[in-house]
């Protein structure tokens, strides 16, 4: 059974500061690997999707990378702004299942 | 808006009552999902439907729950007897078939809360 795991479960930052945040899987067999942030007391955004067959996906100042051997995804934030303060969440897929298994996530704060 | 839309917002409900949400995808997704999320975790399967097909359900999802989309267009999630434990974040999400991972668009979620 696929568990996903989000160490730290929160953050504190100063502006302006780069930061990486992790997320582990026990399943190597993944299907891919999403990132989302959620806002407080609303739904999820999509970040960025890795496939398997990918090692990377950026977006702006968001960089994704996925290391299914070791069974690590990290996503990178560039100098972190106020507005990047929000929970962020990584979800597995598994074989094309459409089912996403979830980590706690990561609460972020971003001091001005 | 074009987005995932939900309604309602919030419900408060006395224990033992049935509730009813609505999910409306964005129009031209063919994959519609229900999950649900309490404090400080994050979100849990609970059904998938393509089209109009439920194709898959949690084991979360006991004899209490029911999910439908009519016409593969908007889903409602109904809950009977509501219990305690039912108190959480409902979200829905949506999906076009790609033939890969697809990238999942989520509603702002209704918060259940049974009293």
């Known amino acids: 059974k696929q568990e996903v795991t989000q160490i730290p479960a929160a953050l504190s930052v100063p502006e302006g500061e780069n930061l990486v945040l992790n997320c582990s899987f026990t399943?190597?067999?993944?299907?891919?690997l999403q990132w989302f942030r959620q806002d407080p007391g609303k739904g999820l955004t999509s970040l960025l999707l890795i496939q398997s067959s990918q090692r990377e996906q950026t977006s702006g100042r968001l960089n994704a990378s996925l290391d299914k051997s070791s069974g690590r995804s990290t996503l990178y934030i560039a100098a972190s702004q106020p507005g990047d303060s929000a929970t962020y969440l990584c979800?597995?897929?598994?074989?094309?299942?459409?089912?996403?298994?979830f980590g706690s996530g990561t609460r972020l704060l971003v001091r001005p | 808006d074009t987005g995932v839309s939900q309604d309602p917002r919030h419900k408060i409900t006395k224990r033992g009552q049935n509730v009813t949400f609505r999910c409306d995808p964005i129009?031209?997704?063919?994959?519609l999902y229900w999950y649900r999320q309490t404090l400080g975790q994050g979100p849990e399967f609970l059904t998938y439907?393509?089209?109009?097909?439920?194709?898959?359900k949690s084991r979360l999802l006991s004899d209490r729950f029911s999910a439908e989309r009519p016409k593969g267009s908007f889903s409602t999630l109904e809950i009977q007897r509501t219990e305690q434990g039912d108190s959480a974040m409902y979200l829905c999400?949506?999906?076009?078939?790609?033939?890969?991972?697809?990238?999942?668009?989520f509603g702002s979620g209704t918060q259940l809360s049974v009293l």
């Open positions: 979800a597995s897929e598994m074989d094309s299942s459409y089912k996403l298994i």
């Open positions: 439907f393509q089209n109009e097909a439920q194709l898959e």
């Open positions: 999400a949506s999906s076009f078939q790609t033939g890969g991972g697809e990238k999942l668009f």
């Open positions: 129009s031209e997704h063919n994959r």
């Open positions: 399943d190597s067999a993944i299907y891919n």
